[in-house]
Each structure stands twice: as C-alpha cells, then as structure tokens.
C-alpha cells in the first residue's frame, strides 16, 4: 500500500522537486531511482525481515525507508539520540543485523550489535546510475496487514518498546491527514521533526511523498536557519512541537512577513500553552492549530483546522478514526466529562514487537486501544486532552490534573514553561511539585508562583513546592520526562531521610 502509493505519485510528479535537505535536491524520478538502487543493496547484504535506519532527516533517509519496503523489508528507524546502551537493546530486540547509516554517526554504530552499510562507501553512486538504466524491479506482494515498521518509543516508562505498524495502519493515517486537512500536492513541507519518530515519519515523510508534495528537511533545529527556510521556500505546512514554535518566537528576527504562506501550522507532541497560542495570532497573525497522536494510533488521531478551530482543544478526530473517553468500567463517559482517551480503527498498531502481554494490558478484544491519556469530548467532537492516567495527582482524595497546574503557571508573566508531577505525602497521599523554566530575563520565586497559583487555583491544587531550574528532562522529541523529575524528586527525599 505505501510502496505503490509513492510510486504512482512518482510517476506522475517525477520531475518535481521531492526533497531538499542541507546536501542537495532530489526529484521524484530521482528519489525513486535511489530507493530502487538500495532495495538491491539491501536484499543482497541481509535475509533478515527487519533493516535498521540510522540517519537524520534527509534524503537519503527517504531513499532507504522506500528501499526498505522495497526489498520486502520492515523498516526500523533508530533514535540516534538514545545512550548507546539503550540503542543496543532497542537493535537486539527488533533482530536486525543491518543498518543503512553514515559516517557521521560511525562511532556510535560500531558501539551496536548489527552490520554498518555506510552509505558514502558501498558505491552509492554507481548503483544509482546502473539503477537508472534498468529496468525496475517488481514491488514485492504486501497485504495490507503486513509489518511495515518497527517504532521504539522513547522509554518514558523504562525500556522502549517496540510498537508494530502495518502497512494499513500507516496508509490509512496518511491518507485519512491528507483529507482531513485538505493537502494538495501544490503545498510545500517543512520538516524538522526527526524522522525516526512516529510524528516525523508520517507527517513529513509519507504524507509529501504520497500526495506528491515538496519537503524541505532540516537535520537539526536551529530557528533562525528555520525561519529563513520559512520564508524562502514559502512553506506551507510547519508540523513542529510547541517547544519549536517557543523558539521561533523567541529570535529577534522573526517578523510577520516569515510566516506569510503558512496555511497549516500544526503543533503536536505536548501541549500547546494559552500564551503561546496567543502570542502567534497576536504577533505574527497566525493561528497555531493543535493535534494529538500517540505512535501506537500511525500517530495522528485528531487535529484543528483553520476552518474548524476550537483553542485549548486538539480538534477532531481523523476520518476512520473512533475516539471515546471511558470511565473506570470502560464505558463511555457523557459529553464533557473527563475519562481515558480511548481509540479504534484502522491506524492502531498491531501490537508491541514480540511482548504480547504489554499489547494485551492496552488494545482490548474489541479494538479499543486504551491511550493512558485523559481527556474529554466536547458534544460537537473536539477533545480536550487534561493529562496522563498515570500523572493523575490524588491529593487528600480529591484529583488533581497537572495540565491544569501547569497551565496557571504559565500564565505568570515570568514563566516560560512549567510541568507539574505529584509526590507521595505520608498525610495526604500525595502533594504537587510544580518545576518552572523562566523566561529570558525575567526572575520570580517560589513564593511568588504559589501566591500566584493560590489566587487562581482551589487549595488542594497549590504547589506545596516549586523549584526553579533552567531547564528540564527532555525526549527525544523535546517533550519534559516527568519520570525522571519523579526520580529527581524522590532522590531529594531518599537523601534528606524522608520516607
């Protein structure tokens, strides 16, 4: 299904510019001619199901992707920003014993147990040329229900794991964004999401090359480089997350006229601040829309759009796609009540790569995939996502949802960004910790950010504590690992001889 899907848009865009990255340019015919090229690379160095991906978003990383699937393959992308350890483990469970990569990342490939194809040294070149005057080889028979790739989430709750997509699952997300959003192949992509996660692979790698559009790829996020590119290549669509857009908007040189053709400005990964939602509209004259995905769902689930827009809510869902919030028994909870985001259809995975027990605990017998996110559905089908079951903080048995906190917090002028966890207490179960980055310049203290919260929030929701640092524990993808803020909290105690 993808494989075909890219090779009919190719056949009728080829000589239309696919990709731009920091190296070079590539033209559909051209990015087909490379992909044939490294499917007979692939299917001649390994028999193995799986092929591993280490590469930034590029070119190259579309031409091995394409490859991949061409060769029969199921393709794994690896997160070149995990600790080498967790990178080993991630290459041993998914069993691959090849990875296209290049000379950039050689000394951590060699620290990995898989054979390195380093791009730049199996002749690349002379593959291309002897590919483009053959014929092409046959797409491989793929039914739609077959693995097409392996995506390890990012461990924020311990080792990651590996999440089975199909190639049903990734069609019909692609497809489903496409119409959804209203694409069109005359719109131009910037890409500046890693393409090994599940947000960057679908939004900026499959959906340009099945519509036919043009993508504009950045290996690294620097903002003024993104704002230029912004501007020149008069983007259309800007995928990124909301750390991303901070950063933008914090460069002195960013004006209005750079964000002029944006007609998508899609904000996803973590959630979007009031502040800075507002901040766009009233400085640049742009409407951020926010969606929500998980990788397990291919990941889109739902999305604003320009035309159906409704602020602090990550739009509707996709096409296809059920979404319900239960309660505790499972059972649809009424309109504007909060439950557990719940979601079925033809995007959810098939199931965790070889850990049945781990699949079974979230996709129930009946479709439903438990997301672990909590949320509400307003009565027209906008959700509003309010945290994490797991973040859930019971304090004195009343609950507390850290986006709340964390949303009053950032409303102070002095903060920047602030996340919210709950820490065992022996009196009340459990009490808020709030954590605060501040803004450039600006300086508050802690007394002040539990002032300000009190005036605005009930008793039982003040932080009892609130710590200011510089920065906090990021993914990969930049979102805050509460995890490790918990483990950073309870080695406070374990030191200070709290129990």
Known sequence: MLLPAFLDTASRHGRKLAIRDVRREVTYDQLVVAAAALKRFIESETRRENIGILLPSTAAFAASFYGGLWAGKTVVPLNFLLHPTELKAVVADSGVDLILTCNHFEDLVRQLPARAAFLERIGLKWRYLLSKIRSFPPVPAVRPDDLAVILYTSGTTGMPRGVCLSHRNLYHDVTACIEHTHMDPEQRFLGVLPLFHTFGLTALLLAPTILGAGCSYHARFQPLDVLRTLAEDQISIFIAIPSMYAALARAKSASPEMFRSLRLPISGGEPLSPDLYDEYRDRFGVTILEGYGLTETSPVVAVNLPWANRAGTVGTPLPGVEVMSAGEDGRPVPPGESGEICVRGPTVMRGYYNRPDDTAAVLGPDGWLHTGDLGRIDPDGFISITGRKKDLIIVGGENVFPREVETVLEQHPAVAESSVIGVS???????????????????????????????????????????????????????????????????????AGVS
Do not use: N
């Open 425 to 495: 207490d022996p009196s009340r179960g459990e009490v808020v910790v709030g954590f605060v980055i501040p803004r450039e310049g600006a300086s508050v203290t802690p007394l002040e950010l539990r002032d300000f919260c009190r005036d605005r929030l009930a008793g039982f929701k003040v932080p009892r504590q609130i710590i200011i640092d510089r920065d906090l524990p990021r993914g990969p993808t930049g979102k805050v690992l509460k995890r490790v803020l918990r483990a950073r909290m309870q080695d406070q105690r374990a030191c």
